[in-house]
């Protein structure tokens, strides 16, 4: 609160008909703003990729190796009966 001294003219007839004025002081209160700091939240911002990617495992068909016959040929005398 600010305390001021300001004057007013304050006027009385006189005992003479006459008008008596006189600078009479006056206190002024005014109201001053006041700062006060507040804490205000701050915008963290960080990158965000478009995609994420992962790797995800993927079934695989088992291959099964077995023993298959083979056809085995051989030559064979020819008998020639004459």
Known sequence: MDLCRTY???CKNSA???KECSQVP????EDVPKQIARKV???DCKEVPRQDCKKVPQQVARQECK???QEKCEQVPKQVIS
């Open 26 to 29: 006056r206190e002024k209160c």
């Open 8 to 10: 007013e003219e304050q």
């Open 41 to 43: 939240p701050r915008e």
């Open 16 to 18: 003479y008909g006459k």
């Open 67 to 69: 023993d298959v016959p």
